[in-house]
DNA sequence: GCCAACGTTGGC
DNA sequence: GCCAACGTTGGC
């Protein structure tokens, strides 16, 4: 029996890279490096091909989910962390023992308006979604099935689940 | 292993 | 621009 899909959010800043950066980019696609926090680095190893990713803008006005991705790659070594003119590079990390992945991600869906953060808090079902929580600074984060199911239904999307 | 200092995130 | 919350670093 084949693992189920799993369903994730990301978080990016509109002004450094926008759903409609994804939709502009060659393929729809773009690797999701720049990620240099443990925690969101491991839940990046998690992804599996076919994975649906929540896009979210954040220090946006409003900061909203706007839209839906895909895996279409797994985890691989982030280039930018060996770039020494990367604002990304670590030092601290060398390619036989790379420290950061990345993965490669395909535009979905750009929802016709963004699900905004005040909707979310107002919205029951999603009470202990991970990315109300206060303090939460996690930018790449798991969503469960019914968090999914119901964010989806308040963007009046056309992807299911 | 503790914890102060520092850097970053991200809502407001 | 402010600042609370959090993560990381490094001295001890």
Do not use: C
């Not at 469960?144 to 299911?160: D, N």
């Amino acid at each position: 029996m084949p693992q189920s899909r799993r369903y994730w959010l990301v978080k990016s800043e509109p002004t450094v890279f926008s759903i409609h950066d994804l939709a502009k980019s060659p393929k729809r696609t773009t690797g999701w490096d720049g990620v240099r926090n443990y925690q969101a680095r491991n839940f990046m190893r998690e992804m599996t091909v076919g994975d649906l990713v929540l896009f979210y803008h954040s220090n946006a006005d409003p900061p909203a989910v706007v839209g839906v991705a895909e895996v279409v790659r797994p985890a691989y070594p982030d280039d930018t962390q060996f770039d020494r003119a990367s604002h990304h590079y670590d030092p601290a990390s060398t390619p036989a023992a790379p420290r950061w992945d990345m993965v490669d991600i395909k535009h979905r869906e750009t929802f016709q308006a963004g699900v905004s953060l005040d909707r979310l808090r107002g919205e029951p079902k999603l009470k202990g979604m991970l990315l109300l929580r206060k303090g939460s600074r996690l930018s790449v984060q798991p969503v469960t099935e019914s968090e999914w199911a119901t964010v989806l239904k308040m963007a009046g999307a056309k992807t299911g689940t």
